[in-house]
């Protein structure tokens, strides 16, 4: 990947403050331990010349008789006294008049005439009261100054231990507070699960590219199909790996001045520098291509697909918002055509998703209100005027609108979800006019309603449904079920298919506008249906068309043999009656013999065709 997963810090100087405030802290602590040296400097000297002040003392108080009989020997072996005493260097012996009568020199015998700053203490050699003399003592400070130069050492020592200490730990603390503040800024700019750069990335790289590129270039979303019902399959975890996996797949689409971007759970972005028509085919052929290399889940190999709206820039916007919203317009025509679709932006599709948002308000307002209603399309028996059954239609008339197609706003209400809770409220409005119908004492035949295959996006919308049918009492003498052959493959697998369930329970299930979907033969004893309703394409004009009508034998054969009935759909001639009864399908339905009817209008129906029972039974 180009976008490093988190950047390294960067080798910028660290910040000078911890440092000023160390050095500060250093200074003062400098300046105290400077204060406690004079101190103790002071308060040592001040031992040290009491110590000599008392030797001293003592030896001038015993100096007198030497002094007065001027016995230099005596006075020089008093002096001698002084040897012991440590420190001192010097004891002169003088007579009042500055003479010298006696000295002892312990600097000559050490050698030590080194000394900087010698401690002197004089003291009056007094005979009688009077003065005869003056014992000058002189001690070595040596003690005193290499006592303070150590106290200065190891105080230094600390200070500087201390203070490197404190600069190490301040540099850790800088260097990780500066990381810190990179990933922060990294993870506001990028996906943290694939490392892609995300939306204010994206934008700021198209605004980028809006100013300063003069170059066509192109900017896809993805968004990939079924994503929700693979993360609630293998779990989000798994859900996680495979987007990392395609992460890294689409990057190695990417040059270093392109970008990838994640924009929410399952859609990418990628803005690249090309814009012709041509390499925008080329392109999504070659995402669609890495998308479908098998992506292994254990030992499952799974292959992704994904829906892609496509904006060329600077033609279809003028900033990276509009890019955005360009893009996205052409996604959602994308999804709305189905899985793997790719669209490019062409204008007006912000309008017709505008209508469309508007359509599934108005949706959802419908079901409150209870705005839909049911049309009854009778289904006759391929040999006379018996009715074999109905089929129920939908029907909404808008307050304002008015009469709105099935063809027009069930596939919103399936891509919007709303069709789960409408599939519900139909089940009621049916039971309802099948009540009317029953005190009428009419005899109703079963009622074959449309299901798709949407309405049961979880486990539980399925149990909602078959719960609903419990609860109305429909039971499969009341109803059938039709759904479409696409709806019904999807629900081929696992014995928890609502197919399976219903099965269970003893509903026919009539596959819908067959020949338009998968049309293979070979899967239709996999499916398991009751019925089969071929679609109205093959049906129209099949009087004049021997092709089909050959194609409608081979299939009302096909479907025979797996024990299945058949109706003809959209029958609207005689030619086309005749030529359905030909092929030796079972059953027809089209507005030749009946278009669907209100609730009343079926009554009146079902009221004649019983009427005529009982007199065709008389
Ligand atoms: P479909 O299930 O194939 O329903 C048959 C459609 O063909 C109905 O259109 C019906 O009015 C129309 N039709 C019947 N005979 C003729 C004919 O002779 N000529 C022509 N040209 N058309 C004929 P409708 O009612 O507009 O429904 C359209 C589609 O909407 C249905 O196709 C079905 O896919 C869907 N739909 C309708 N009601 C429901 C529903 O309650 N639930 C669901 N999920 N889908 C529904
Ligand atoms: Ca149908
Ligand atoms: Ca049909």
Redesign the pocket.
């Known amino acids: 990947m180009h976008t490093p997963f988190f950047p390294r810090p960067s080798k910028r100087r660290l910040s000078t403050t911890p440092n000023k405030e160390i050095a500060g802290l250093v200074a003062a602590l400098f300046s105290l331990m400077l204060l406690l040296a004079v101190v103790q400097f002071h308060g040592l000297k001040a031992s040290m010349l009491s110590d000599l002040g008392a030797a001293a003392e003592l030896i001038a108080q015993n100096a007198s008789h030497a002094i007065v009989i001027e016995d230099d020997t005596e006075a020089h072996e008093l002096l001698s006294a002084l040897a012991r005493s440590k420190n001192l260097l010097k004891a002169r012996l003088e007579s009042p008049d500055g003479r010298l009568l006696a000295v002892y020199d312990k600097g000559h015998q050490a050698e030590r005439c080194d000394e900087l700053m010698p401690l002197k203490v004089s003291r009056p050699v007094l005979a009688y009261g009077k003065p005869v003399g003056q014992l000058i003592l002189t001690a070595s400070s040596h003690k005193l100054l290499s006592w303070t130069a150590v106290f200065l050492g190891i105080g230094s020592i600390s200070i500087a231990v201390a203070w490197f200490t404190s600069w190490l730990s301040a540099r850790r603390a800088a260097k990780a507070a500066r990381q810190a503040q990179q990933k922060l800024a990294w993870m506001s700019r990028h996906d943290p699960l694939t490392g892609c750069a995300n939306r204010e990335e994206l934008r700021a790289h198209l605004r980028e590219r809006f100013q300063s590129s003069p170059k066509p270039s192109a900017l896809y979303l993805l968004d990939l199909d079924d994503f929700t019902v693979f993360n609630a399959a293998y779990g989000a975890h798994q859900g996680d790996a495979i987007l990392r996996v395609i992460a890294q797949r689409l990057q190695t689409l990417v040059k270093p001045e392109d970008r990838l971007a994640r924009l929410s759970a399952d859609e990418f972005a990628l803005s690249l520098q090309h814009g012709s028509e041509h390499s925008l085919l080329e392109f999504t052929t070659r995402i669609q291509e890495v998308l479908r290399e098998p992506i292994f889940v254990g030992d499952v190999p799974l292959r992704a697909t994904a829906c892609i709206g496509v904006a060329l820039l600077p033609d279809d916007a003028n900033n990276e918002d509009s890019a955005i919203q360009a893009a996205s317009a052409a996604l959602s025509m994308a999804r709305h055509a189905g899985h793997g679709s790719v669209c490019r932006y062409e204008e007006g599709h912000d309008r017709k998703l505008r209508d469309r948002a508007d359509l599934t308000d108005a949706l959802r307002l419908a079901l409150v209100r209870g705005e839909f209603r049911?049309?009854y399309?009778p289904i006759y028996s391929v040999h006379g005027g018996r009715v074999n059954g109905a089929?129920?239609?939908?029907r909404w008339k808008h307050p304002s609108r008015g009469l709105i197609?099935?063809?027009r706003f069930?596939p919103i209400a399936e891509s919007s979800g709303l069709?789960e809770e409408i599939?519900l409220h139909?089940l009621g409005l049916l039971q309802r006019d099948r009540q009317a119908w029953l005190c009428a004492g009419l005899q109703v035949p079963p009622i074959a309603?449309?299901?798709?295959s949407l309405?049961f996006p979880k486990e539980q919308s399925k149990d909602r449904f078959l719960q609903q049918l419990s609860a109305l009492e429909l039971g499969p003498d009341a109803l059938e079920i039709?759904l479409?052959e696409r709806a019904a493959f999807e629900e081929l697998e696992g014995k928890d298919s609502i197919i399976h369930r219903l099965k269970g329970r003893g509903y026919s299930i009539s596959l819908?506008?067959f020949g338009t979907g998968y049309s293979s033969l070979s899967y239709l004893h996999r499916i398991n249906c009751d019925k089969l309703k071929i679609d109205?394409s093959f049906v129209r004009r099949m009087d004049e068309n021997p092709k089909a009508q050959q194609l409608v034998k081979a299939i009302v054969e096909v479907a025979h043999a797996f024990h299945m009935t058949t109706v003809a759909?959209?029958?609207?001639t005689e030619g086309e009656l005749n030529a359905v009864r030909n092929a030796g399908c079972t059953a027809v339905?089209?507005?030749?013999l009946d278009?669907?009817l209100d609730a009343q209008a079926f009554g009146e129906r079902l009221a004649a065709l019983n009427g005529r029972a009982s007199e065709d039974a008389a």
């Open positions: 049911l049309n399309q089929e129920a239609l939908i197609s099935p063809d069930v069709i599939g139909l309603i449309n299901i798709s309405q039709e479409t819908d506008d109205r759909e959209g029958v609207e339905q089209g507005y030749l278009r669907p």
